[in-house]
């Protein structure tokens, strides 16, 4: 039995059976050696960021990473460029004339605001030919991308990043795994050198045991339920069709995902955030990203589909949003 909290660090008396059979199962999931269970996302990529960075590191991230990883390439040292989103060849232009003598590449797998993916073995190919590591955060793929064998097991598991030396993967456990946490997935050596290096998890207090056997139970569902991630992508697709013709009519279109995340442009930041507001008094809960959370320009609506809708939800959900959008000046 254990309390509400984890009482300290992991490192002194915070560590349980419940944060060990998480390790172990979220890196069978994921196809990587091991796992390290962070209090959060947030601390895992400032974590595994910090660790590796410093001033002999050149930090190559795309212009779309999450906050999390740039509070993380701040807070390291590292020199640090961005590169144009999901561009292999502006990542490399970066990467061939580097002075430092260590490389890290930073990506998203499937990308919150916009849903789109990156190209990861465009990526991976990248990161072997200058030697450097690629970090994946599969904050919105795990639990939802996959195929054959490892539907829900994210977009490294199958693959030939899933292993690779060269790639290290950090996670949450707050969406698909329907708890909070974070992990960072990676090779025994990784681990070891978190274990030592990573303040964001040597001084945190430990992830609660309940939170911990939350996640757990969601990633043996993951396992033995693969049509609930396949049921994801599946009502994504039947939001995107619903919406389809009235933002044809506008002249738009949805950034087309291949996860959970249907993103829809639109013309300003007020008008997102009254759409949003519209939607909820309607009784359909949407995202509104907006300045200063994203870049001015790119104020979007986020759907985000869920693998128990039914056609009849995923159709009233679509009729209140085609009404908000008609309106739209």
């Avoid at 490294?156 to 790639?167: E, I, K, R, Y």
Wanted: negative net charge.
């Amino acid at each position: 039995l254990w309390g509400a909290g984890a009482t300290s660090s992991r490192l002194v008396a915070g560590t349980t059976s419940l944060h060990l059979d998480l390790e172990q199962e979220l890196a069978m999931l994921a196809g990587m050696e091991t796992a390290l269970v962070f209090s959060s996302g947030y601390l895992a990529n400032i974590g595994v960021i910090t660790a590796l960075g410093g001033p002999g590191t050149l930090i190559v991230a795309d212009e779309h990473c999450h906050a999390s990883m740039i509070d993380g390439f701040r807070l390291s040292r590292s020199r640090t460029e961005s590169f144009t989103h999901n561009s292999v060849e502006d990542a490399g232009r970066l990467l061939s004339d580097r002075p430092e003598p260590r490389a890290l590449i930073a990506v998203e797998s499937l990308y919150s605001v916009l849903g789109d993916e990156a190209p990861l073995a465009g990526l991976l190919a990248l990161a072997e030919e200058h030697d450097a590591v690629l970090l994946i955060d599969e904050a919105h793929s795990l639990g939802v991308t996959g195929t054959g064998n490892f539907q829900g097991c994210g977009s490294v598991a199958g693959t030939a990043l899933a292993g690779h030396p060269n790639v290290i993967m950090t996670a949450t456990l707050s969406k698909a795994l329907g708890s909070q946490g974070g992990a960072v997935l990676g090779s025994a050596l990784v681990r070891e050198h978190l274990l030592n290096r990573a303040r964001s998890f040597i001084f945190d207090t430990g992830l609660a045991p309940a939170s911990a056997a939350a996640a757990l139970a969601g990633v043996r569902i993951i396992r033995a339920e693969p049509w609930r991630a396949e049921s994801v992508r599946s009502n994504a697709a039947a939001l995107a069709a619903g919406l389809a013709p009235v933002l044809a009519a506008r002249g738009a279109a949805l950034d087309r995902a291949a996860g959970a995340v249907q993103s829809i442009a639109m013309p300003s930041a007020e008008s997102a955030l009254a759409a949003a507001r519209a939607a909820r008094t309607a009784g359909v809960r949407i995202g509104c990203f907006r300045p200063p959370s994203v870049p001015d320009g790119i104020s979007r609506l986020r759907l985000t589909a869920r693998a128990t809708l039914t056609p009849e939800e995923i159709e009233d959900s679509c009729a209140v949003l085609r009404g908000i959008l008609e309106e739209l000046p």
